[in-house]
């Protein structure tokens, strides 16, 4: 176990020694002219990151800084304690923030994405309803009432589904406290009359955990 924490701090410390000489060049990547070799420097990027394990990565316009770069754990809790321990270790870069899982976007629920047959989709959660129900574990089922997805595949309406809820709470959050995402058409009647409006899920949750 201690081989193996050091072996992880030890590649945690290559991949920011890493990340830290190709500043320059990640930062060019949102500039419209062709300085940098944008695939190639996605493919970098894929590979170091991919060294951790099962691991995603986004790069973006920051809050508080010009630029973001999250590494996610995709849902893992496992890989959460890995992507804390990565981004504890990040280098102070003035035009960065780190963030070791996927933050809450208040944006979170007009997006596109590709069903099973690759058309881009749009997706607006904003009418949504939804219903919570108890696990034994201390989780919580999430149900979500998406009358507007009917014409999606049920394999697409639920990666939405996860979507809105990982933009709504963040991705520790769901971690930590959803045991599982439904899409469903109507709410069960059991669950009607408890169901809310979608952009009521951040406080509720937060109410109970």
Partial sequence: MQQDIVN?????????????????NIREFFTEEEMVDKPALVEAINNRVL????????????IGRPYYFTISPNGSKE??????????????LPDWEFYYARPAKSQ??????????????EVDASSWKYALAQQPDNRIEIILEAANMHHLDPDT???AGERVVNNLLGEEATINHVYRVRVVQELEEEHQEYRAPIAALMLEIESIS
């Fill in 108 to 121: 979170g629920l007009k997006f596109t994405l590709y069903d099973d047959f690759m058309v881009e989709r």
């Fill in 51 to 62: 060294d951790f394990g099962l691991f995603s990565w986004e790069i973006g316009p920051g």
């Fill in 157 to 159: 309406q639920l990666i």
């Fill in 8 to 24: 992880i701090k030890a590649r945690v410390q290559s991949f920011w020694e890493w990340f830290a000489e190709m500043e320059d």
């Fill in 79 to 92: 890989r959460l304690r890995i992507s804390k321990l990565i981004i504890e270790a990040a280098p102070n």
